[in-house]
C-alpha cells in the first residue's frame, strides 16, 4: 500500500530565502512521485515528477525535488522564495500496482514573508 | 486549449436533494477521475474510469455514483447528499496513465450541503 507523509503543515519563509518542503513516502513497489501546487481558489498544477529516471527532477517556477530511496524522501527545495510561491503543496505518490490512484499527503501551506 | 471543465464551481443544496456535477474534459483521455479535498488530509479519491464504461471504486466512495458514457465525460453523482459530504471536488483527467503523467486537474467544485 502506498502512502505519504508531509511532515509540515505550515512553513513560512522569507522572500529571497530557501525554501524546503519536506515529504517521506511508502510504496511496496516503484513508485512515481509528484509535486502539485495549489494557489487560493485555484485547481491543481503540477510542479514536478519523478518517474524512474533522474533522481534530481526539475520542475516549474524554479522548484526541483530529490528522489532518495535509502530516505523514503522526496522533499521539494527552492533556492529563493518570491511572494508567488505562496500556496498550498502536495506530495503525491503512485505505484505500479495501484492503476492509476494517486495518493496526496495532506498539504504544506507555505506562506511568503516580504 | 486544453482543460478539464467542471459545472458548477459552487453549490448549496439541502440534505436529501439529488444532484449532479459535471465534469469534461477536451485532450481525448482515457482516464478520469473524481477527488474530494479536506483540510488537513488533502485530496482522497472517490471514483475513477479507466475508459468508457470501465468505473472502478477509489478510497472515499460511500454516498456517491459515477457514469462514463462518453469519453470526455465523467459526472458524479449525489443520490442523497448528506453534510458530511460538504468539501471541494475535483475532477481530473489523464491521456498516458497517471502513474507516469500525472492528472490535468479541474478548477473545483465547491458543495454546501445543509
Known amino acids: 500500500a502506498q502512502s505519504v507523509t508531509q511532515l509540515d503543515s505550515h512553513v513560512s519563509v522569507s522572500e529571497g530565502t530557501p525554501v524546503l518542503l519536506r515529504c517521506n513516502y511508502s510504496s511496496s513497489y516503484s513508485p512515481s512521485l509528484f509535486w502539485y501546487v495549489q494557489h487560493p481558489n485555484k485547481g491543481l498544477q503540477l510542479l514536478l515528477k519523478y518517474t524512474s529516471a533522474a533522481t534530481l527532477v526539475k520542475g516549474i517556477n524554479g522548484f526541483e525535488a530529490e528522489f532518495k530511496k535509502s530516505e523514503t524522501s522526496f522533499h521539494l527545495t527552492k533556492p529563493s522564495a518570491h511572494m508567488s510561491d505562496a500556496a498550498e503543496y502536495f506530495c503525491v505518490v503512485s505505484e505500479s500496482n495501484a492503476g492509476n490512484m494517486l495518493t496526496f499527503g495532506g498539504g504544506t501551506r507555505l506562506m511568503v514573508k516580504p | 486549449e486544453a482543460q478539464v471543465t467542471q459545472n458548477p464551481r459552487y453549490l448549496i443544496t439541502v440534505t436529501g436533494k439529488k444532484l449532479t456535477v459535471t465534469c469534461s474534459q477536451n485532450?481525448?483521455?482515457?482516464?478520469m477521475s473524481w477527488y474530494r479535498q479536506d483540510p488537513g488530509l488533502g485530496l482522497r479519491q472517490i471514483y475513477y474510469s479507466m475508459n468508457v464504461e470501465v468505473t472502478d471504486k477509489g478510497d472515499v466512495p460511500e454516498g456517491y455514483k459515477v457514469s462514463r458514457k462518453e469519453k470526455r465525460n465523467f459526472p458524479l453523482i449525489l443520490e442523497s447528499p448528506s453534510p458530511n459530504q460538504t468539501s471541494l471536488y475535483f475532477c481530473?483527467?489523464?491521456?498516458?496513465?497517471?502513474?507516469?503523467?500525472?492528472?490535468?486537474f479541474g478548477s473545483g467544485t465547491r458543495l454546501t450541503v445543509v
Open positions: 485532450m481525448n483521455h482515457e482516464y
Open positions: 481530473a483527467s489523464s491521456g498516458g496513465g497517471a502513474m507516469y503523467y500525472g492528472y490535468t
